[in-house]
């Protein structure tokens, strides 16, 4: 109860004419930033701390509570449009989100994600108000042993379900791992595929390889395309922003799972949103492929909500892993740690003691900026649809040319504008012979985890590889891997004998064609 009425408290001054604009400001500027592609919610944050520096902390703080979620919004929009998400954690979204926008569902698709944006969000924040303390132990239990096995289940994990291929989708994973490698080694210090460029000692950034294989790859897929005879489909922008009751139905539950993934990763620091919106991208993949007529590839709403669900339920908690422990567990929630100690504050267990009039405000302004998001992007829905109407030999330039800005913006180098040249290549060849995108992205992004962890589990126990298994989570994850890849293996087997069948029988029926005997009738007869 205690926690309630501090709540209450902050929300009497969240509530207050001034800081509501800035909820408002901070959520609108912070998805009008978060749709560029290669910006994202973190650069939405870094780009908007200067203008708060002449506020006041609880004003600046409300401010960035808008921007924190309107930056995650932000990210998916793009995603879902032009298959050109603006961060990393918006790029499960973007799957089966710009299906639907192929198929003429792009109002609707944005507003599954805004409210799976509101739902994960709500339930993350209502969890960080009551049981922040509780969460945050969670963290405490994940050592080095942990969060490898936390990896790996993830990289076979995508790359089992993902793809039709098993192949195809452990290759795509080799693809990710290996550009995860450049850079100088953290424990050894020696150069890895560098080349001795100096620029490519820090390793190639998670943005270039999104922006790479994501938009400039669907930017030269795109010009393929229109040079074949086949025309690419027309995209329709009709329909409301609002979801029938169909739709609001399938998407429910999706909902709800996507917000059971991301709350917990949010007080684990592996990085962000990412692990948790690939492992429910994944599940509502799975659980469709029981179904008489699979959704996932034509653009199933379950594989919008789930993921955008999680993604703001990990950013609720994460922020709660931030104020309770002063443990950022992403990037964005990184910048909001910089934000803090710029005004002389630092986030841990007793900033609810020492900072409680700020504390409690911007928590309450958490619930505020998930309702004026939802209430500012369902009527905005059509409007951002409308950037489809653009003719693409317009659309797809300016595409590119926000690419190339959102890239050198983060490093003015000129190494990473001719790298995302090369990854974009290398994403339309992906596009082009079938391979899957999830695996690539989702080896760049835990590459470096699942191998630092791995030498420091190995370095503490003095070289024991029983280190990797002496724990109860570490027993629960390897059992998953093993179901996962025993499901998987036969899944493939099944469809590789589908196939072979198939194949068969329309080589028997061509023959036929052709004049041959059909013997299969001669054994019918001979049977009677």
């Not at 944006?117 to 303390?133: E, H, Q, R, S």
């Not at 267990?349 to 409680?356: D, G, I, K, S, T």
């Not at 180098?413 to 079938?434: E, H, Q």
């Amino acid at each position: 109860m205690d926690s309630l009425s501090l709540l209450m408290g902050g929300f009497g001054e969240a509530f207050s004419p001034m800081n509501l604009l800035w909820v408002f400001i901070g959520a609108l500027l912070g998805t009008a930033v978060g749709v560029l592609p290669g910006m994202g919610s973190a650069m939405a944050v870094a780009l908007l701390l200067p203008i708060t520096f002449t506020l006041d902390p609880t004003a600046a703080f409300i401010m960035f509570a808008g921007v924190y979620f309107g930056g995650l919004f932000g990210d998916s929009t793009m995603g879902i449009l032009v298959n050109t998400p603006g961060g990393s954690t918006a790029i499960a979204t973007s799957f089966e989100g710009y299906k639907m926008t192929l198929t003429g569902r792009a109002p609707q698709a944005l507003a599954t994600s805004a409210i799976g944006a509101f739902t994960g969000g709500l339930i993350a924040t209502t969890l960080v108000v009551f049981f922040a303390p509780k969460l945050a132990e969670l963290a405490v239990h994940f050592g080095p042993a942990e969060y490898f096995a936390l990896a790996v289940f993830a990289f076979l994990a995508c790359s089992a379900v993902v793809s039709d291929s098993l192949i195809k989708g452990l290759a795509s994973l080799m693809i990710g791992l290996l550009i995860a490698t450049v850079g100088i080694d953290g424990i050894s210090g020696t150069q890895r595929f560098t080349a001795g460029v100096p620029e490519l000692f820090d390793g190639i950034s998670i943005i270039v390889v999104t922006v790479g294989i994501l938009a400039l790859g669907e930017v030269f897929h795109t010009i393929y395309e229109r040079r074949r005879p086949k025309p690419r489909p027309s995209v329709k922008v009709t329909g409301s922003a609002y979801l029938k009751w169909r739709d609001f139905k399938e998407a429910l539950p999706a909902w709800f799972r996507g917000a059971g993934f991301g709350v917990p990763f949010g007080v684990i620091p592996v990085g962000g949103a990412e692990v948790p919106t690939f492992m429910a991208y994944a599940t509502e993949r799975k659980l469709d492929s029981r179904r008489k007529e699979p959704q996932f590839g034509k653009g199933a709403i379950r594989g919008v909500a789930a993921p955008e669900a999680a993604g703001n339920a990990t950013a609720g908690t994460a922020m709660g892993a931030l104020l309770a422990m002063g443990l950022p567990t992403s990037a964005t929630a990184a910048i909001m740690l910089a934000a803090f100690q710029q005004y002389g504050i630092q986030p841990g267990p007793l900033l609810f003691e020492r900072n409680a009039d700020l504390v409690w405000p911007l928590l309450a302004s958490l619930f505020v900026g998930l309702f004026v998001l939802l209430i500012l992007n369902l009527p905005l829905a059509p409007m951002w649809a409308k950037l489809l109407l653009i003719p693409r030999h317009y659309l797809y330039p300016g595409i590119a040319l926000f690419c190339a800005l959102g890239v050198y913006a983060t490093s003015a180098a000129m190494t990473d504008l001719l790298l995302v040249l090369v990854i974009g290549f290398v994403g339309f060849l992906m596009r082009r012979y079938g391979f899957p995108l999830a695996p690539i992205m989702i080896g760049v992004i835990l590459g470096p985890l699942a191998e630092t962890s791995f030498r420091n589990a190995l370095l503490s126990s003095g070289g024991s590889y029983t280190s990797l298994i002496d724990s109860p989570i570490t027993w629960v994850l390897y059992g998953m891997i093993a179901i996962v890849m025993i499901a998987a293996g036969y899944k493939h087997y099944t469809n590789l004998r589908a196939n072979r069948t198939a194949r068969r029988h329309a080589q028997r029926a061509a023959e036929i064609d052709a004049g041959a005997p059909d013997d299969t009738a001669d054994r019918t007869t001979t049977g009677q």
